[in-house]
Structures are given as structure tokens and as C-alpha cells.
């Protein structure tokens, strides 16, 4: 499955989890017993993004002799 995508592995003693992203989802193979150790880092990843994304400004550009041609 998705043989080209970005494989991340982390290790931890005897344990193992893959990270990809896959479609724009970020799909997270953990153990059982490690699954819930990566809520608060994708939660915190969330808040981070949406935080970020905040503050992104939209500016319109000035309009052309072309793009006032078109609305004619």
C-alpha cells in the first residue's frame, strides 16, 4: 500500500510506530500500548497549525486594464 510515501519509524525498547502521510491524512501505525502517546503530539501539531494558519493575511491585487476588460 502506497509504496511511495514517506515512511517515518520510531523506536522505543521493544516497541515501534510508522508514520506517512497518506492523502493528506497523517496515518500513525503505533502499538496498542504506545497508540495513546501520539494524541497529544497530533493535538499539539493541530493547534500549532491552526494557530499559524490564523495568522496568514489575504491581500487583493490591484486590478489590471485586463481583468477590468473582463468584467464588461
Given at each position: 500500500?502506497?509504496?511511495?510515501?514517506?515512511?517515518?519509524?520510531?523506536?522505543?525498547a521493544d516497541d515501534a510506530?510508522?508514520?506517512?502521510?497518506?492523502?493528506?491524512v497523517i496515518r500513525i501505525?503505533?502499538s496498542d500500548t504506545r497508540?495513546?502517546?501520539?494524541?497529544?503530539?497530533?493535538?499539539?501539531?493541530?493547534?500549532?497549525?491552526?494557530?499559524?494558519?490564523?495568522?496568514?493575511?489575504?491581500?487583493?491585487?490591484?486590478?489590471?486594464?485586463?481583468?477590468?476588460?473582463?468584467?464588461?
Amino acid at each position: 500500500e502506497q509504496a511511495d510515501a514517506e515512511r517515518y519509524l520510531f523506536r522505543s525498547a521493544d516497541d515501534a510506530a510508522q508514520v506517512c502521510l497518506i492523502d493528506g491524512v497523517i496515518r500513525i501505525d503505533a502499538s496498542d500500548t504506545r497508540q495513546g502517546e501520539f494524541e497529544p503530539i497530533v493535538a499539539e501539531a493541530r493547534e500549532s497549525l491552526l494557530k499559524d494558519a490564523g495568522t496568514i493575511g489575504i491581500t487583493r491585487a490591484p486590478e489590471t486594464s485586463d481583468s477590468s476588460e473582463r468584467r464588461t
